[in-house]
T-cell receptor, first 116, second 112 residues
């Protein structure tokens, strides 16, 4: 049981290049999320999904696209990378909401992205 | 103004000290209050959560919520070097499935 895995672990891009970050979970969770973490800013939600085939915008969606074609995978795409997208990206997953308790989000190990 | 404010520290204490970590927030609709712990170069993991106001204890950790003051705290008793990490508070509305709002995180170092 690997939990949440992210690929790649580290990547360097040049401005204008594109890339896709892959998140996979083996816990059969309905919900998946992409966050970015920057110094002094905490974790900010980029996009999230409440089920296969669905996606929604979070707090900082501009410059990113996502897809959830399979329940276990959530892809984050950068079409034209900018230096402002240099960050650590975390994927998380959770079960659907149960009455009386928040969904525990399980995080992956992160992807460090440097855009030059 | 951020919805959730947290002093980033760093906070350095000797082993065995009582640690107090705090967050303030502005949105009165928040109902669930969580603390995540993040070790260096790892993903965050849920430490504990509290619903609405009150206290919750789990071993050496106690979470407190004061909704009237929009203030939450995490206390760590008998702190250990293994508690050295970044602690992030997070909050959500009852109706807002999955959307957590995080504080900036406080970096804690417990010295042996």
């Amino acid at each position: 049981n690997a939990g949440v895995t992210q690929t790649p672990k580290f990547r360097v891009l040049k401005t204008g290049q594109s890339m896709t970050l892959l998140c996979a979970q083996d816990m059969n969770h309905e919900y998946m999320y992409w966050y970015r973490q920057d110094p002094g800013m905490g974790l900010r939600l980029i996009h999230y999904s409440v089920g296969e085939g669905t996606t929604a915008k979070g707090e900082v969606p501009d410059g990113y696209n996502v897809s959830r074609l399979k329940k276990q995978n959530f892809l984050l795409g950068l079409e034209s990378a900018a230096p402002s997208q240099t960050s650590v990206y975390f994927c998380a997953s959770s079960t659907s909401s149960l009455a009386g308790a928040p969904e525990t989000q399980y995080f992956g190990p992160g992807t460090r992205l440097l855009v030059l | 103004q951020k919805e959730v404010e947290q002093d980033p520290g760093p906070l350095s204490v000797p082993e065995g000290a009582i640690v107090s970590l705090n967050c303030t927030y502005s949105n009165s609709a928040f109902q669930y209050f969580m603390w995540y712990r993040q070790y260096s170069r790892k993903g965050p993991e849920l430490l504990m959560y509290t619903y609405s106001s009150g206290n919750k204890e789990d071993g050496r950790f106690t979470a407190q919520v004061d909704k009237s003051s929009k203030y939450i705290s995490l206390f760590i008793r008998d702190s250990q070097p293994s508690d050295s990490a970044t602690y992030l508070c997070a909050m959500k509305r009852a109706s807002n499935t999955g959307k957590l709002i995080f504080g900036q995180g406080t970096t804690l170092q417990v010295k042996p």
